[in-house]
């Protein structure tokens, strides 16, 4: 069950006008009361001599009685609304469950004569919406301070209690969902997204591809937004906020979002935090290509989840994060929608209450940042890999959020996962084709060779390995590592050792890119193209990553 509490209002009847009216699309059905602060108030829903100007009066009494005294917002207007698949509540389990939020809330509290007079109506069968008015009998104001923290503790043990979904909670440090204004707005110009999102996104990218605050500035203001920085009578900066030129109010004027109003951890403190501990040293020259650095880091994720501390781990999921954020713009296009998406879905899992240490994800960083000075591998075998291990890191984030009890990140890291699993599937496609036919043309001696190898290194797997269709991809991987001087036997038990396979739908192709990823096998693949060139990176405007999605 999820509790909305909006921002108060002065209106009584105007409330009341749209909860027993038809909707926006004709959804109300049915308008009734399931509770009141007393029986016998009137009902315009079932009494047809009750009218929506008596039930508004009855409301206000005490807002009237206390005149000036009321406070202005004196309307409360909270919604409940149940899980899609829970089943249909009664009105008398409705009736039950508003009391007990108002009763945690504090604006009406159990056996208090005084207490705020409200209503709950129901018309629709999966959700009410409890109004009250904010004055008391002894004409004071209620005590409802965290009300909507204090109503949504009530509705985790209602949930269980009831039988119902129990649905994942928050932790407060969720970007701000776009207003049912801005998302009509949104549909109305045609666009899938709302301007708060499509900044959202833009600024996230900018961030992982910037080493400085100056950069940043700098990429934003080439990314087709439009910039503001905010500064301290010193000079310094305070804070910044950004506007796109086709979302205007009513006069024609830009409207403007704040860092910290986009995502928490996009705020100026947050921002120049982050990039503080950005090493932005050139890499040396017996540094590997930043795709393989980067698909090595990527692959280490898992394990250091396991093993750091909490601060160091959330550093690693925010850089995770930025891996995502960078993906899309340097994937073919074939793959950016749905890298796109679950760099949008991975946002939720970036943040936490656990503070990052930053300093603990250098190296990671600074790979991600310059893969896009650097050209991809043509051949795509680099950028499977990448994706494989991004795949493997967001499925441990998933587990490491949730044995913290962090549930919406550890469901956002669940959907990410999907829609990467999608990416790998269409990206691997080709390069596993490739690889598979180097394996059927292997000599027979050979493949009894690398036959025996995984016999004797994995005896309890080998059978299913060698049955898999993906078995000839395996054998010539193992045979590519042995003329690259690694021991296979060897390179299999540290790929094996490294995390499960129970899960894997072949684990023939899982290890593949693993030792794709131990032995750097894809730096020989790939070798044969060009080297790397300097290629700056070009933000993208907000209205090509549209056409992206």
């Known amino acids: 069950m999820i509790a909305n509490i909006v921002k108060p209002g002065h209106k009584t009847r105007g409330v009341l006008n749209y909860l027993y009216g038809p909707g926006r699309a004709n959804e109300h059905t049915d308008p009734h009361l399931v509770a009141a602060w007393d029986d016998f108030v ?3 829903g079932r009494d047809p001599d009750a009218t929506l100007a008596q039930l508004a009066d009855v409301l206000d009494l005490r807002v009237k009685q206390a005149g000036h005294k009321a406070p202005k917002n004196h309307v409360w207007h909270c919604s409940i609304r149940a899980a899609p698949e829970d089943r249909h509540l009664t009105d008398d389990e409705w009736a039950t469950i508003a009391r007990r939020v108002l009763n945690a809330t ?3 509290p159990a056996d208090d004569p005084d207490a705020c007079r409200w209503v709950a109506v129901r018309h629709a069968d999966d959700h009410i919406h409890i109004v009250a008015t904010k004055v008391r009998g002894d004409l004071r104001p209620p005590r409802n301070w965290n009300d909507f923290l204090r109503a949504d503790k009530e509705l985790v043990a209602i949930e269980k209690e009831y039988g119902l979904r129990q649905v994942p909670r928050g932790d407060r440090t969720a970007a701000k969902r776009p207003t049912r204004a801005e998302q009509e707005k949104a549909q109305r110009a045609g666009r899938p997204t709302t301007a708060r999102e499509r900044l959202r996104t833009t600024v996230r990218t900018v961030l992982a591809a910037a080493t400085t605050p100056e950069e940043f500035f700098r990429l934003l203001d080439g990314s087709g937004v439009l910039v503001e920085i905010q500064r301290f009578p010193s000079g310094d900066i305070r804070g910044y906020k950004v506007a796109l030129a086709d979302d205007t109010n009513k006069d024609g004027q830009a409207i403007w979002f704040s860092g910290s109003t986009l995502a928490p951890d996009l705020s100026y403190p947050k921002i120049n935090e982050r990039l503080a501990a950005t090493d932005t040293s050139p890499a040396a020259p017996s540094e590997s290509h930043a795709w393989r650095r980067l698909a090595q880091a990527t692959d280490r994720v898992p394990e250091l989840l396991d093993h750091s501390e909490d601060e160091a781990g959330q550093a690693h999921i925010a850089v995770l994060a930025e891996t995502l954020d960078v993906l899309p713009l340097a994937a073919p296009p074939g ?5 796109l998406q679950a760099a949008t879905a991975f946002e939720r899992a970036s943040r936490s209450r656990i503070s990052a240490q930053h300093q603990q994800a250098q190296a990671t960083r600074r790979a991600v940042k310059a893969i896009l000075r650097e050209p991809a591998p043509k051949d795509g075998i680099l950028l499977t890999v990448l994706i494989d291990a991004v795949l493997l890191a967001a499925v441990a984030a998933q587990h490491w959020h949730r044995t913290r009890g962090h549930s919406q990140q550890a469901e956002a890291a669940r959907q990410a996962a999907e829609h990467l699993r999608t990416a790998y ?5 080709e390069p596993l084709a490739v690889i598979h ?7 027979e ?3 009894r060779q690398q036959a025996a190898t995984v016999r004797r290194a994995l005896p309890e797997q080998a059978e299913q390995i060698l049955a898999e269709p ?11 590592a042995g003329t690259a001087g690694h021991n296979p036997a060897a390179l ?4 094996v050792t490294q995390r499960e396979l129970d899960t894997a739908t072949s684990v023939s192709e899982v290890l593949t890119w693993r030792l794709h990823r131990l032995a750097d096998l894809s730096q020989r693949t790939t070798s044969r193209a060009q080297a790397p060139q300097s290629a700056p990176y070009r933000p993208v405007h907000v209205d090509q990553q549209r056409r992206t999605r």
Do not use: F, K
């Open 42 to 44: 009137p009902d315009p």
């Open 106 to 108: 504090g604006i009406a």
């Open 335 to 339: 793959l950016r929608p749905g890298l």
């Open 425 to 429: 599937q269409a990206a691997a496609a």
């Open 437 to 443: 036919q180097r394996g059927t043309q292997l000599p």
């Open 445 to 447: 001696w050979l493949r």
């Open 470 to 480: 993906s078995w000839p991809t395996l054998a010539a991987t193992l045979a590519q």
């Open 492 to 495: 299999l038990t540290e790929a």
